[in-house]
């Protein structure tokens, strides 16, 4: 048991390191905070739940009372990162990568994915990356940087002096 729990955390530090470098190589370029894309990385995943379901009332219902709920939980985050708040912010998330209850949620979602996999269910496998995906944003750390706008204008190429 203590090997696979070796496995499991070796596995979930390379993750995380992978996760935070690509973040912070995208936040570097574009300025899209965290929240943001846990919040995408949910709306995607219950996407594929609502299409997977046909649009059921019940499930309807349910994935609205979550989407509601992961919504209001990446209000504070984004605050925090809005106004520069990175000590307050890196601190709950390295809160979220030491809980068990971090790792309880993820292994339980890794569980899903081999399901899906050994059912050959591809589309059910997509939506549990993206909630692995959103489990493992929670832990990104943010560091200081000059904001840049999302849409940056483009600079064109002058041309005087050419002809």
């Known amino acids: 048991m203590q090997k696979v729990v070796g496995i499991?955390?070796?596995?979930?530090?390379?993750?995380?390191?992978?996760?935070?470098?690509?973040?912070?190589w995208l936040l570097d370029r574009t300025g899209v905070y965290v929240a943001t894309l846990i919040f995408g990385s949910f709306l995607v995943a219950s996407s594929i739940g609502l299409f997977q379901h046909k649009f059921d009332p019940g499930w309807m219902v349910f994935l609205g009372a979550c989407?509601?709920?992961?919504?209001?939980t990446c209000l504070l985050p984004y605050s925090w990162q809005d106004k520069g708040k990175n000590e307050k912010f890196n601190a709950i998330a390295l809160y979220i990568e030491a809980g068990y209850v971090r790792h309880f949620f993820i292994g339980l979602q890794y569980g899903f994915l081999v399901g899906d996999l050994i059912d050959l269910d591809a589309i059910s496998a997509i939506a549990t990356v993206f909630?692995?995906?959103?489990?493992?944003l929670q832990t990104v750390k943010i560091r200081d940087r000059d904001k840049k706008p999302f849409f940056e204008k483009?600079?064109?190429?002058?041309m005087e002096g050419a002809g």
């Open 8 to 24: 499991y955390r070796a596995f979930d530090q390379y993750l995380l390191s992978k996760i935070q470098d690509g973040y912070l």
């Open 67 to 72: 989407i509601a709920i992961i919504g209001l």
């Open 131 to 136: 909630l692995i995906t959103c489990f493992i």
């Open 154 to 158: 483009k600079k064109e190429l002058s």
